[in-house]
Nanobody, 119 residues
Framework: QVQLVQSGGGLVQAGGSLRISCVASGHSVDIYTLVWFRQAPGKEREFVAAISGTARIYFTDSLKGRFNISRDTAKAFLHMTSLGPEDTAVYYC???????????????WGRGTKVTVSS
């Protein structure tokens, strides 16, 4: 069993930056891939980025250059810059044992953290 506890998020003005965190606990979490998804109001959940236990990274193309993902063992961080209203969403941390891809086939999910960007 893996638990994912998210923190960070909140309200930020357009153009600002924010970092959200995810702490994984449980067996062998240091080798799990940690994944960020987001779901904007009225939209489908979408993949943001993933980082493996060996720090390999996979990013969705549309967010490269503005968002970055990092990891410290069982902690994952999503660094968001140049935020715009279109980034308003609930951001979810998730984990899986294997691949870096964008599919939402993760075994474990955090509760989500809300990010609101005001214009």
């Amino acid at each position: 069993q893996v638990q994912l506890v998210q923190s960070g998020g909140g309200l930020v003005q357009a153009g600002g930056s924010l970092r959200i965190s995810c702490v994984a606990s449980g067996h062998s979490v240091d080798i799990y891939t940690l994944v960020w998804f987001r779901q904007a109001p009225g939209k489908e959940r979408e993949f943001v980025a993933a980082i493996s236990g060996t720090a390999r990274i996979y990013f969705t193309d549309s967010l490269k250059g503005r968002f970055n993902i990092s990891r410290d063992t069982a902690k994952a961080f999503l660094h968001m810059t140049s935020l715009g209203p279109e980034d308003t969403a609930v951001y979810y941390c998730a984990s899986r044992a294997a691949h870096l891809g964008p599919a939402p086939d993760c075994h474990y999910w955090g509760r989500g953290t809300k990010v609101t960007v005001s214009s």
